[in-house]
C-alpha cells in the first residue's frame, strides 16, 4: 500500500507540475484558453496536483515514524 501511494504521489505531482508548466508558457505567449478551460484555472488545478502529490508523501513520512 505504501509504494502505491509513493507512486501515485508521484505520478500525480508530475502530472500537476507538466500542468502547470503548459499553462503558465501557454499564457506567456499571450493565450488566455488551452483545450477549451482558461489557462489560469489549468495552472491552479496543476498547483492543486501538486500539493495533493505532497501530501500523499507526508503521510508516508508520517507514517513511517509511528
Known amino acids: 500500500m505504501n509504494k502505491l501511494i509513493a507512486n501515485g504521489g508521484l ?12 499553462a503558465g508558457i501557454w499564457r506567456i505567449t ?4 488551452l483545450a477549451g478551460f482558461e489557462t489560469m484555472t489549468l495552472f491552479v488545478g496543476g498547483m492543486g496536483l501538486m500539493l495533493i502529490g505532497c501530501f500523499a508523501k507526508l503521510h508516508l513520512l508520517s507514517a513511517s515514524r509511528t
Request: proline share 0%; charged share 0%.
Open 11 to 22: 505520478g500525480v505531482g508530475v502530472l500537476g507540475a507538466l500542468l502547470t508548466v503548459a
Open 30 to 33: 499571450g493565450h488566455f484558453h
